[in-house]
């Protein structure tokens, strides 16, 4: 599990392994990973014209442990990388590069519950609105390529086979992972989404959008059918704030965090 602190061209995440924690920071410049204290810096990976053709505004965006020993990072090329990482020491390696995506890849995510039987376990989404769903392991499987709508996609999320993608026009879509159909479109919020997250233990999904809205969404399936459904719980507006960073603090969403620009702290908000 990989949680992602911040959102803009510099980002950071925790990524939960087996055998490690890891803080992973990207930049411009390169890939670093720590131990979880910030104490050794472990792997060091530059960003070169190799990943990077057109040379310019080089970034990696999008982290997500896999497979216990993978660590996923998107680029700008629309590359994504994927590091094995030892259960210690620094000897991490590139053991893929996933080039399915032919734009800037924005967010990856892996499941956060169960995947169903058959169902990719990671997603990555891109610039142009395209995600690609797969399957990691040994190998990494492309199980799903969701296309294209011409509105970016900016966060994407996967918590029991239901994938939640959240865009630049403000929409929320639900896609079923095993087969990649869409079953839900919400018009969540009227400006740019720019994070989505789910509290595994129970399915709610939190949005946070550039209209200085933050809602609280409860994601399940129907017990007759198994489709997919999505129901409001709650909104909270923070005044004056473009909304760029939203999380749950715990894993039952009973509270949640939420920072945005030129916004010099971080706001937690908690059911009373
Ligand atoms: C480093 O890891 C790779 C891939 O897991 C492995 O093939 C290689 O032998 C390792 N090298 C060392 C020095 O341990």
Avoid at 40 to 53: F, G, K, Q, R, S
Avoid at 80 to 106: C, Q, R, W, Y
Avoid at 125 to 141: H, K, M, P, T
């Amino acid at each position: 599990m990989c949680s992602m602190a911040s959102r803009a061209s510099f980002t950071a995440a925790w990524c939960v392994l087996p055998a490690r924690v890891l803080l992973v920071l990207t930049s411009h410049k390169g890939i670093q990973m720590y131990e979880s204290d910030g104490s050794i810096m472990v792997y060091w990976h530059a960003l070169d014209a190799t990943e990077h053709p057109t040379a310019q505004a080089v970034f990696a965006r999008g982290i997500a442990a896999a497979s216990g020993r993978f660590i996923c990072v998107g680029l700008s090329s629309g590359l994504v990388l994927v590091f094995d990482i030892p259960p210690k020491g620094t000897n991490v390696t590139v053991s893929e590069v996933l080039a399915e995506h032919s734009a800037a890849v924005t967010d990856i995510a892996a499941e956060l519950g169960h995947a169903p039987d058959g169902a990719g376990d990671l997603v990555s989404a891109d610039d142009s609105g395209a995600l690609c769903v797969w399957s990691s392991g040994e190998e990494f499987a492309l199980r799903h390529r969701i296309p294209a709508l011409g509105c970016s996609c900016s966060s994407v999320k996967l918590w029991n086979g239901i994938l939640a993608a959240g865009y630049g026009n403000g929409q929320i879509r639900l896609y079923e992972a095993a087969s990649g159909a869409l079953r839900a479109r919400v018009d969540a919020h009227a400006r740019w989404i720019y994070a989505l997250d789910v509290a595994p233990a129970t399915g709610k999904l939190l949005s946070g959008a550039e209209d200085s809205f933050v809602h609280v969404w409860q994601l399940g399936r129907s017990p007759d059918t198994g489709d997919i459904e999505i129901e409001h719980c709650h909104a909270e507006c923070v005044p004056d704030t473009q909304v760029c960073g939203a999380r749950f603090c715990d894993a039952r969403g009973a509270s949640f965090a939420v920072t945005g620009y030129d916004l010099a702290e971080i706001v937690r908000y908690s059911r009373a």
